[in-house]
């Protein structure tokens, strides 16, 4: 079996001694430990739909099939829960924010700043150059299959350089904005940015 191709941008710290990528204050695990905010929602591919948006602009919108057709990428990365649990070499599958872009029409982001909307009503914020260059992709298959509904599935973002958290679960619309806007999280006390390599867990670290 071939190791899946990993992207630009997701190689993070390399993929030598482990000690070298456990951020500070983090510890490994081997299971996948399920967090969320709410009820994890059950899908409905029949009506789901994933969009972009520029403020209150419809940049692109796909119908789950029609995400799928999308051209996919393959990553394996390493992910930093702030709960303090790290996992090494997660396969995931799915679509590269480059690719939205691309799909969209897009060269680059319409705004700085972006809010991710999920179902249930989650929240998070990612600066747009976060997701640009190989950074993010839209993942639906965890370890070569579809993406169980507890960790996110059908789709969820993925942002492996940032604290697990802004890897927002059942992502459905990406917006643009000129001014950055705290998610739910981190109108809660989490950090606006999450960098698990600076200890960025709550405001003010």
């Known amino acids: 079996m071939t190791e899946p191709p990993i992207s630009r941008g997701f190689r993070g710290r390399g993929r030598g001694d482990q000690s070298a990528r456990v951020p500070p204050g983090q ?36 119908s789950w099939a029609e995400f799928n057709a999308l051209p996919q990428t393959d990553v394996v990365v390493d992910i930093h829960c702030v709960t303090t649990w790290s996992k090494l070499d997660t396969e995931w599958r799915g679509v590269s924010f480059d690719t939205l872009l691309e799909a969209a029409g897009l060269s680059e982001p319409p705004g700085p700043f972006t809010l991710i909307h999920c179902d249930g009503g989650y929240t998070t914020n990612v ?10 992709m839209v993942a639906t298959l965890y370890d070569g299959e579809a993406l169980h509904p507890e960790h996110g599935g059908p789709a969820r973002l993925l942002v492996p350089h940032l604290y697990f958290w802004k890897s927002a679960k059942w992502v459905r619309r990406i917006q643009f904005l000129d001014e950055e806007q705290p998610g739910f999280w981190e109108e809660n006390g989490y950090h606006i940015y999450g960098d698990p390599w600076r200890e960025q867990r709550y405001d003010g670290d």
């Open 127 to 136: 600066p747009s150059e976060d997701l640009v260059d190989g950074k993010a």
């Open 27 to 62: 510890h490994l695990v081997t299971d996948f430990p399920v967090l969320s905010a709410g009820p994890t929602p059950e899908p409905d591919l029949s009506g789901w739909r994933f969009t972009l948006e520029d403020g209150d602009t419809p940049l692109g919108a796909w």
